[in-house]
């Protein structure tokens, strides 16, 4: 007798009412505690906690949708509290194996034929079995090692029934809740079905296989396991078997005089790469997906989870760090509304200064003693930023965020002596000024502040109506604001003088023929001293504050 969980009433009956239950627990928590201190704020963690938990152990009892939901919520820190967040990324997808005969009857009907044909021997005890798929060791009859991937037993059923139970938790969601208000709760759901059903058609696992092979072809210390495109189905995969460990298996690296150095580096290039310039991404580069082989080769695997970083979203990226570098915040705020992060009723001002202050924060600390851990508390910050504010990321950012974390998490293991200042500052310059930048950096830097004077009064209006703990936070932008408004202001006076004169030289009225020339020329060249002199400041600043 199959197990209830297979029952579609069951398990929309669990889901719905889990949901239920929670925000009954919220309202009514919510309801008794009018006064926020420190006990209450203790008391809202603890309920916070026990609720993940408790969803966290429906899932692994379920399967089916509720564990990759899980970790799609804990992607979402623009929604969901920290905590809850926290106890979400324990979920490991890891569910109890089906029988081989159903994988085997799957195999064999997705190649009409026995599976026998193709495939010598294998090993019916799955080496991983999680909520979509079973992976098994096999030989074909050449003798090659092969990793086969089978979709798991009613997966695709069992989708389509949480996938209704969702929809009628996110429909109470958006009419009783707040979060119906704080989010586009219907969008949210559709790019919830979107990212899932992908999952669930190994064809798309195939194509980003080998996109990613393809991408890294060239880097010689990264390796992308071959696909066998003529045995791989919608529900299998069949892909070249690996020898290899866990990335973070230290004993492993240590017993073969591995660098670990170099191989934390190798790591931080390879996401770094992806994820700052347009294509896909890995979205899920846990431990478990990133293997090393004997030779320090890094191997990826499991490209069923992936983000994709869009062309002209990589410009509008560029533009809202140079709002933050020349401190012009509508720029930033226009950049986030063109990549579609910000909701209708969005409140623009406030943001700016929010976002104003946060900066200002983390200039006035000495960034090159920036480690993980600081690296972690500035995302977090971002996270407490990004929820407390009109931003909903769409799905493939919010899986950025999510990667970025679990890649610091791997880094941290593999060397914690790594200075992310170091190794991320070259990439950063060249990816803002690169070839591949529709625009210049230093370009638009001019082209934005060609008004100089326009922009200092703006600065000073806000640094006079900000207050006295305003202005604390502010001193060490608007010094720089300054400077960087001054430099360029004279390197440009100077050029004009220094070309007015030369030009003048050639066409002098006769009233003003007996000053020297050589005088005219001295100065000239003066002016143009100058103008080196300020561009080249200028242009120091610039690169150092970025």
């Known amino acids: 007798m199959e197990s209830k969980k297979y029952i579609g009433i069951y398990r929309m009956y669990i889901i719905i009412w889990m949901s239920i239950k929670f925000l009954w627990k919220i309202f009514w928590f919510q309801k008794l505690n009018r006064i926020w201190d420190q006990e209450t704020e203790r008391k809202w963690e603890k309920l916070l906690k026990e609720l993940a938990t408790e969803y966290r152990q429906r899932a692994v009892y379920l399967g089916g949708l509720l564990i990759k939901f899980g970790q799609f919520l804990s992607s979402r820190g623009d929604l969901l509290p920290s905590s809850f967040i926290r106890e979400l990324e324990g979920l490991v997808d890891r569910v109890q194996p089906v029988p081989f005969e159903y994988s085997k009857g799957i195999i064999e009907e997705d190649w009409q034929e026995s599976m026998d044909k193709y495939i010598a021997s294998i090993d019916e005890d799955p080496i991983a079995s999680a909520s979509i798929g079973e992976v098994y060791k096999a030989y074909l009859h050449n003798g090659t090692p092969v990793a086969v991937k089978v979709q798991r037993y009613r997966v695709r059923e069992i989708f389509q029934t949480d996938f209704k139970a969702m929809r009628v938790v996110f429909g109470i969601l958006n009419r009783f809740t707040i979060f119906g208000k704080k989010a586009d709760l219907p969008s949210l759901y559709k790019e919830v079905v979107a990212v899932m059903s992908d999952e669930l058609d190994f064809t798309m696992e195939l194509e980003n296989g080998n996109y990613f092979r393809k991408r890294f072809e060239n880097h010689s210390n990264v390796y992308i396991p071959e696909y066998f495109t003529d045995l791989s189905t919608g529900r299998v995969l069949v892909m070249e078997w690996v020898e290899g460990t866990r990335v973070t298996d230290i004993s492993f690296i240590k017993r073969n005089d591995l660098d670990r150095e170099k191989l934390a580096r190798t790591i931080f290039d390879l996401c770094v790469e992806q994820f700052v310039n347009a294509g896909m991404f890995h979205a899920d580069p846990h431990a478990g997906n990133i293997m090393i082989k004997e030779d320090g080769t890094v191997v990826v695997i499991d490209f069923g989870m992936v983000g994709k970083v869009k062309r002209e979203d990589v410009d509008h990226i560029r533009s809202m760090i140079e709002g933050f570098i020349i401190d012009d915040y509508d720029r930033v705020v226009d950049s986030l509304r063109e990549m579609n992060f910000l909701l209708d009723d969005a409140d623009t001002e406030a943001m700016k200064k929010m976002m104003r202050r946060l900066v200002s924060m983390y200039l006035s600390e000495d960034m090159s003693k920036m480690d993980a851990t600081v690296m972690n508390d500035i995302l977090e910050d971002l996270q407490d930023f990004v929820k407390d504010q009109p931003i909903q990321l769409p799905a493939d950012y919010a899986f950025l965020g999510r990667a970025a974390s679990m890649i610091l998490g791997v880094l ?130 610039i690169k150092n504050i970025s």
């Open 412 to 541: 941290t293991a593999v060397y914690p002596q790594m200075d992310l200042v170091s190794w991320g500052k070259p990439v950063i310059n060249e990816w803002m000024t690169g070839s591949q930048s529709k625009f210049g950096f230093y370009k638009n830097i001019v082209k934005e502040t060609g008004q100089p004077l326009l922009s200092l009064p703006r600065a000073l209006v806000e640094f006079l109506e900000d207050g006295d703990k305003e202005r604390e936070w502010q001193q060490t932008k608007q010094q720089q604001t300054l400077w960087h408004h001054f430099y360029f202001f004279y390197a440009a006076v100077t050029f004009l003088i220094g070309s007015t004169i030369l030009v003048a030289s050639f066409f002098l009225p006769e009233s003003l023929q007996e000053i020297p020339i050589w005088v005219l020329y001295l100065i000239s060249g003066l002016s143009f001293a100058g103008t080196f002199l300020f561009s080249w400041k200028h242009a120091s600043m």
